[in-house]
T-cell receptor, first 112, second 109 residues
Framework: DAGITQSPRHKVTETGTPVTLRCHQT?????MYWYRQDPGHGLRLIHY???????DKGEVSDGYSVSRSKTEDFLLTLESATSSQTSVYFC???????????FGPGTRLTVL | EDQVTQSPEALRLQEGESSSLNCSYT??????LFWYRQDPGKGPEFLFT???AGEEKEKERLKATLTKKESFLHITAPKPEDSATYLC??????????FGKGTKLTVNP
């Protein structure tokens, strides 16, 4: 368990507004990830980070940006939210020894 | 491109009725195959990692096995509390996890 928390846990917003989701870990893991989970698609990688200020794109990165200024925090930003970004968002951190990813509790985002 | 296919999509069992879930994969340079359990409204919970063909791991009523093309999650004498969605994922040379769509297991008392 990587001691991962996510905030907020639920959010409803309107199309065109910016949204930032926060992921916080307590175990000092180097790698962190953002996924979205939608019915019929499973978990898909949005962005990931392999260290402070080091990030890269995943499978579904369009419309999203990330930042990591501290090891423990990984932020996901939707610059201008769209209805297609309504989803459940999960953050994960990977252990350094066994490559196992541990997930946070998720954020349910609704874009109206 | 790494791919994971899980079957069946849904499975209903009676309590005590053993069965298996399948995870077929194609990956370039397998670094690990992972099984997770996910309860409604919660994040995936890590169960097992398998690294090479022939490897097996057990936890309570669950046993995971791995071949070069697929993995099985065997559930022996399941209980209602085993009801959940089980996710399979692989990590290849890209060092990113690719997930299957999951198998929703329901165990009736």
């Amino acid at each position: 368990d990587a001691g991962i928390t996510q905030s907020p846990r639920h959010k409803v917003t309107e199309t065109g507004t910016p949204v930032t989701l926060r992921c916080h870990q307590t175990e000092n893991h180097r790698y962190m990830y953002w996924y979205r989970q939608d019915p019929g698609h499973g978990l898909r990688l949005i962005h990931y980070s392999y260290g402070v200020k080091d990030t890269d794109k995943g499978e579904v990165s369009d419309g999203y940006s990330v930042s990591r200024s501290k090891t423990e925090d990984f932020l996901l930003t939707l610059e201008s939210a769209t209805s297609s970004q309504t989803s459940v968002y999960f953050c994960a951190a990977r252990t350094d020894s066994y490559n196992e990813q541990f997930f946070g509790p998720g954020t349910r985002l609704t874009v109206l | 491109e790494d791919q994971v296919t899980q079957s069946p999509e849904a499975l209903r069992l009676q309590e005590g009725e053993s069965s298996s879930l399948n995870c077929s994969y194609t990956v370039s340079g397998l670094r690990g195959l992972f099984w997770y359990r996910q309860d409604p409204g919660k994040g995936p919970e890590f169960l097992f990692t398998l690294y090479s063909a022939g490897e097996e791991k057990e936890k309570e009523r669950l046993k995971a096995t791995l071949t070069k093309k697929e993995s099985f999650l065997h559930i022996t004498a399941p209980k209602p509390e085993d009801s959940a969605t089980y996710l399979c994922a692989v990590e290849g040379g890209s060092e990113k996890l690719v997930f299957g769509k999951g198998t929703k297991l329901t165990v009736n008392p």
